[in-house]
T-cell receptor
Framework: EAGVTQSPTHLIKTRGQQATLRCSPI?????VYWYQQALGLGLQFLLW???????NRGNFPPRFSGRQFPNYSSELNVNALELEDSALYLC??????????????FGEGSWLTVV | AQTVTQSQPEMSVQEAETVTLSCTYD???????LFWYKQPPSRQMILVIR??????QNATENRFSVNFQKAAKSFSLKISDSQLGDTAMYFC????????????FGKGTTLSVSS
């Protein structure tokens, strides 16, 4: 069974540009989570989607946005890139939101470098 | 708000030794879940072990076990018979018991296992 897959593996963008990261959850999982892992800051919760809707977002500015498609895959968009957006972006998935305590499974991440 | 604290930024141990990683958390909730994730140099986040707060028995997975002290809000991870492959960053994480809540992570402990 395929795990959570993310693309691209690496992305280099210029300050002010937009970046789009993609994620495919484990088959049968409807919830997708995005986390940012910047050096020295640990994992910061960004966004959570389930059944096509944004369910929760972390303490990030509106230029971080995303969506979830009918097949439950998701994309994360970062507009007006800033140097401090350079980080590893991790996507994770879990089964339906209606069961508490579901284990969350992570992808290998997408490295975003802003120059 | 819930918080997770890992007070040991780095730890070192030799092969075959036992090591304990500390984690404390703060919550007013009574129903929640706790996790330890491992992130090796490949950056893939891997679930090591999980604990349901309503269970008194400490979770065990092969060489990995936890010491869950609910009253003290402590959740330490013990790794027995350490192996070189255990070298990684270890994250403690908290999830509230309500359906569909995101993981909250500590800042991580870097564990180095040497021969």
């Amino acid at each position: 069974e395929a795990g959570v897959t993310q693309s691209p593996t690496h992305l280099i963008k210029t300050r002010g540009q937009q970046a789009t990261l993609r994620c495919s959850p484990i088959s049968g999982h409807t919830s997708v989570y995005w986390y940012q892992q910047a050096l020295g800051l640990g994992l910061q919760f960004l966004l959570w989607y389930d059944e096509g809707e944004e369910r929760n977002r972390g303490n990030f500015p509106p230029r971080f946005s995303g969506r979830q498609f009918p097949n439950y895959s998701s994309e994360l968009n970062v507009n007006a890139l800033e140097l401090e957006d350079s980080a590893l972006y991790l996507c994770a998935s879990s089964p339906t939101v209606y069961h508490s305590g579901n284990t969350i499974y992570f992808g290998e991440g997408s490295w975003l470098t802003v120059v | 708000a819930q918080t997770v604290t890992q007070s040991q930024p780095e730890m070192s141990v030799q092969e075959a030794e036992t090591v304990t990683l500390s984690c404390t958390y703060d919550t007013s909730e009574n129903n929640y879940y706790l996790f330890w994730y491992k992130q090796p140099p490949s950056r893939q986040m891997i679930l090591v072990i999980r604990q349901e707060a309503y269970k008194q028995q400490n979770a065990t997975e092969n060489r990995f076990s936890v010491n869950f002290q609910k009253a003290a809000k402590s959740f330490s991870l013990k790794i027995s018979d350490s192996q070189l492959g255990d070298t990684a960053m270890y994250f403690c994480a908290f999830m509230m018991g309500q359906a569909g809540t995101a993981l909250i992570f500590g800042k991580g402990t870097t564990l180095s296992v040497s021969s």
